[in-house]
């Protein structure tokens, strides 16, 4: 003989209740774990994309600000190809741009230069070929010029060749007397390209350099 025996209905509600709220409980913790890796993730994209563009905008300024006295627009202030990446440093002025880099292979330092020119064609800040108690300046055709400087009184011995790019000079000096290397900086002051502005920062901005607003 079968026997029916009666179903508590509230009884079940309230474990099936239970249960789902068991299962919402379980369910909480997890929802709240992938919420704060979300918001972390966010957080630290954003901190990264602010400290990008806080480097890039200093940057910008210190450029500005290293170029700001040149005679010249930043893409005239043009380098040498042999320029070692990393060995370089220079300097821009009022009276042109200065860069300074190991030529290898012989223990001596090129001093490359755009140099301004005064009104009758000469450099403002370097020797003068119409000195000629301490130069001797030989034309090498092209717009190029030779100069040797003597050991005097007045000056130190070097080597010198020069080009002139329209209303500007441009140089490359090794400190003594060394013809043996005149084709290499010949060469210098021929093979010249646009630096790009991060090679500009690189030659021109010392360790630690500060603006007043950078």
Known sequence: MLCAFPVDTAHAQDNEGYACDHQAMRSRPRTTVIAGIVVAAILAGCGVAFSVERKREK???????LTGLAP?????????????AGEASG??????????????GTGLQV??????LDEWGEPLWSVSCK????????????AYTYVKVLDTDNSDPATIVRRLDGGR???????????????????VV???????????LSILRPDGYQTDWS
Do not use: F, K
């Open 59 to 65: 940057d910008r300024r210190d450029l500005i600000s």
């Open 72 to 84: 010249w627009p930043r893409h005239r202030l043009l380098l040498p190809e042999a320029i070692p």
């Open 91 to 104: 300097s821009v002025g009022s009276d042109g741009l200065r860069v300074g880099y190991p030529l290898h």
């Open 111 to 116: 001093a490359y230069a755009i140099e301004v």
């Open 131 to 142: 000195a000629r108690a301490v130069a001797i300046c030989v034309d090498l055709g092209d």
């Open 169 to 187: 000079l441009l140089s490359a000096s090794l400190t003594g007397d060394h013809p043996e290397h005149l084709d290499r900086l010949r060469g």
């Open 190 to 200: 021929t093979d010249l390209h646009t630096p790009t502005d991060a090679e500009l």
